[in-house]
């Protein structure tokens, strides 16, 4: 099981408060780092929990509202100014290269970095990214314009090779990758030794499910089953004000109904001076539930 990290940057919403930091979190899987939003103040919080500008390579924006992309620009900048020259990909909604084009063109001009716009498209749940440890997924969500979550999956690792049973059947060296890969071992004597003698079985893949912003959900149940942790906004948006009081319960519903190991809230209302009632509204549906919190690191699988 490699590192997987959580890392909160800010979890507040729309109306700044002295509070939170807007939108932005950071994962670290397996020391290469993706950014989910980027709100204002995305990089001095960067700073702040020491992580790594070089080791970004993918930003990927749930939507085009301000408190999840204003930090953007001057992020792109920063970069600039400490030398970073490998491409940097933002995977958003088709409109983000028309908005954030010009603004680079006139306040990043000669990057010394590519900057490279991939589409996701709103409403539906497909892999938008791939490499050789994780699969990213978009996910739908029900907001006022169109909004995309996310959901970070490993992959399936390699077996485990027992030690003891190596020696034993005296397994060259060269043999060791494809037996963790799955396959028996033969014998110098035609010998056929099963591979679950030689293995015990990988580490289950770990899962993380960014759903914000978005009301409940029920088309998300069978896509985030079983999470290892799931982020969910613990608000409704400003048009559905009516129903505030009832979200921390509909969120942990969410979460009940999922099977999801953890829940964390976050995307709080500048209205709640303390989030401590979301939580514990939320644990009377669902009690592994906690708060997100500027400067948070979770690791998963721990």
């Keep these: 099981m490699g590192k ?7 979890c507040g ?10 939108s932005t979190q950071i994962l670290n899987i397996r020391d290469n780092l993706f950014m989910i939003d980027c709100g204002e103040g995305a990089q001095i919080q960067f700073r702040r929990m020491r992580l790594k500008f070089t080791r970004l390579g993918h930003i990927f ?20 100014l400490v030398g970073r020259t ?3 990909v933002i995977h958003a909604h088709p409109q983000a290269e028309q908005v954030f084009r010009p603004q680079l063109d006139f306040f990043c001009r000669d ?11 709103p409403n539906r749940t497909e892999v ?30 390699m077996r485990h090779l027992l030690g003891d049973m190596m020696n034993f059947y005296n397994v060259p060296v060269y043999r060791r990758a494809a037996i963790k890969a799955g396959e028996d071992f033969v014998t110098s004597d035609g010998r056929i030794i099963p591979n679950s003698y030689l293995t015990t079985p990988a580490d289950p893949p770990l899962r993380y499910a960014y759903c914000s912003d978005t009301a409940y959900n029920e088309a998300l149940l069978p896509i985030i089953e079983g999470v290892d ?40 209302s500048a209205r709640y001076e303390i989030e401590q009632q979301l939580l514990e509204q939320a644990r009377e549906e669902f009690a ?3 708060l997100a919190r500027e400067e948070l690191k979770i690791i998963l699988g721990r």
Excluded at 4 to 10: A, H, M, Q, R, S
Excluded at 61 to 79: A, K, R, V
Excluded at 232 to 260: P, Y
């Design 128 to 157: 938008i990214y791939e490499d050789k440890s994780i699969r990213v997924r978009s996910l739908p969500m029900i907001h006022r314009v169109p909004c995309s979550g996310f959901l970070f999956e490993e992959k399936v690792g």
């Design 229 to 268: 942790l799931l982020y969910h906004e613990a608000t409704f948006g400003d048009d559905a004000e009516a129903l505030a009081k009832e979200t921390c319960h509909s969120t942990a519903i969410i979460a009940r109904k999922a099977g999801v190991k953890q829940l964390l809230l976050g995307h709080f």
């Design 61 to 80: 924006l749930s939507h085009l509202h301000g408190d999840h992309c204003f930090g953007l620009i001057g992020m792109i900048s920063t970069f600039a």
């Design 86 to 88: 490998g491409e940097l």
């Design 288 to 290: 592994p539930s906690f």
């Design 4 to 10: 997987f990290e959580v890392n909160i940057l800010g």
């Design 13 to 22: 919403s729309a109306l700044p408060t002295a509070r939170h930091y807007p």
């Design 111 to 121: 990057l010394p970095f590519t900057v490279r716009f991939e589409p996701v498209l």
